[in-house]
């Protein structure tokens, strides 16, 4: 599967949520989650443009990978997930943590966040709409269409257009983590 995705800094928060409705979008509840990132033994992730990150939210934890980006417009790139057995979360992060570790790969950052999502339909395609107030970094809104290869062009066609209509512009291709990790170099 492929994740097809825009992300923009929230500028008029009132004035994009106001346009969210115009467009049908149906929120759910507000939602806590800690990524926990790692990087590879043998590649360093930074170069080659790909992430493994655990994540904790309600009281689940899944192991995602991400593919380097595929095009110069979006973060249009592969994601595979896998969730990790339901039960205690902390004691499932804890035995992931020491498996991935046991196995080399070394934690980069958490990155905590508070999501809300949404879903749309527009242009024909299904669009979750995740609006994010990232710990230390801010608010942000994501555009994904989750896609097969033979479609992301029209994905991405799609977000382009619905970024359009809802006035954002300067999309954003640099990671939650790669915009913490520069924020704490500065510092």
Same mark, same amino acid.
Request: proline share 2%.
């Given at each position: ?41 043998? =590649?360093?992730?930074?170069? @080659? ?5 655990? =994540? ?20 249009? =790139? ?74 992301? &062009? ?9 970024? &359009?209509?809802?006035?954002? @512009? ?18």
């Amino acid at each position: 599967m492929l994740e097809a995705e825009m992300k923009f800094a929230v500028g008029d928060a009132q004035t994009l949520e106001a346009a969210l409705a115009r467009l049908g979008l149906c929120w759910q509840e507000s939602v806590r989650q800690e990524d926990h990132y790692y990087n590879h033994p043998c =590649r360093d992730f930074a170069r @080659s443009d790909e992430a493994l990150r655990l =994540r904790c939210q309600q009281g689940r934890v899944t192991l995602t990978y991400k593919g380097p980006k595929l095009d110069q417009q979006t973060k249009t =790139r592969l994601e595979l997930s896998v969730a990790l057995a339901q039960g205690e979360p902390q004691a499932t992060l804890q035995q992931a943590q020491a498996l991935l570790q046991a196995l080399g790969f070394r934690p980069v950052a958490v990155v905590g966040k508070t999501r809300r999502q949404g879903e749309l339909m527009y242009q024909g395609q299904r669009v979750q709409v995740a609006w994010d107030q990232v710990d230390q970094l801010g608010q942000f809104v994501e555009l994904e269409i989750a896609c097969q290869e033979h479609q992301a &062009d029209a994905a991405r066609a799609t977000l382009l257009a619905l970024a &359009d209509e809802l006035a954002l @512009s300067q999309s954003i291709r640099t990671s939650y983590l790669e915009m913490l990790l520069q924020k704490l170099h500065k510092e």
